[in-house]
T-cell receptor, first 117, second 113 residues
Framework: EAEVAQSPRYKITEKSQAVAFWCDPI?????LYWYRQILGQGPELLVQ????????DSQLPKDRFSAERLKGVDSTLKIQPAELGDSAMYLC???????????????FGPGTRLLVL | AQSVTQLDSQVPVFEEAPVELRCNYS??????LFWYVQYPNQGLQLLLK??????LVKGINGFEAEFNKSQTSFHLRKPSVHISDTAEYFC???????????FGTGTRLTIIP
């Protein structure tokens, strides 16, 4: 069964350093999402891509976070510089992204757990 | 704007007993509702979803949920739980034409042997 791949699974960094997370969605999925899940809370959407275009990045802290999906396949989320409050699980998800089809299932990867010291 | 409230942060249940995890939503338009499960140190897996039609939705692992529009609820139930059901459960909502999922804060289900 196809899965969403993420790496690394765990990352420890010091504040003010740069970190990057990688996501490879299920083949053929046009829509890709990055979520942040703080311990004890539900996931919160950071950015949504449709193919290579950003659809929604309203909750992305753009002064330090950036995301790209250059060829409309895999994606990278970067934080520079990292702050203590960025410690969280970063989840990537993908869906088929058929235009006008609401309620599509989002398939989640295993996540990257980030600890900022 | 849409929101989800999961009233119970933790639910302990004896093995083989029934369980209900509560979810209430708020939205000004028609909604689609989801339940996801998250096992320790893993991503989220879809249990079931309601889009339209029958208000009773059956999902994987013996779970089911009932959509109640008048009470704006989408409670998750299982008649007999197993140790393997120990996990965090998230209710989520989205609207027609908007794929953005809004999640609740989650309910941690603990099964007592």
């Amino acid at each position: 069964e196809a899965e969403v791949a993420q790496s690394p699974r765990y990352k420890i960094t010091e504040k003010s350093q740069a970190v990057a997370f990688w996501c490879d969605p299920i083949s053929g999925h046009a829509t890709l999402y990055w979520y942040r899940q703080i311990l004890g809370q539900g996931p919160e959407l950071l950015v949504q891509f449709q193919d290579e275009s950003v659809v929604d990045d309203s909750q992305l802290p753009k002064d330090r976070f950036s995301a790209e999906r250059l060829k409309g396949v895999d994606s990278t989320l970067k934080i520079q510089p990292a702050e203590l409050g960025d410690s969280a699980m970063y989840l990537c998800a993908s869906s088929l992204g058929v235009s006008g089809r609401a309620g599509e299932t989002q398939y989640f990867g295993p996540g990257t757990r980030l600890l900022v010291l | 704007a849409q929101s989800v409230t999961q009233l119970d942060s933790q639910v302990p249940v004896f093995e083989e007993a029934p369980v209900e995890l509560r979810c209430n939503y708020s939205s000004s338009v028609s909604v689609y509702l989801f339940w996801y499960v998250q096992y320790p140190n893993q991503g989220l897996q879809l249990l079931l979803k309601y889009l339209s039609g029958s208000t009773l939705v059956k999902g994987i692992n013996g779970f089911e949920a009932e959509f109640n529009k008048s009470q704006t609820s989408f409670h998750l139930r299982k008649p007999s739980v197993h140790i393997s059901d120990t996990a965090e459960y998230f209710c989520a909502v989205t609207n027609f034409g908007n794929e953005k999922l809004t999640f609740g804060t989650g309910t941690r289900l603990t099964i007592i042997p």
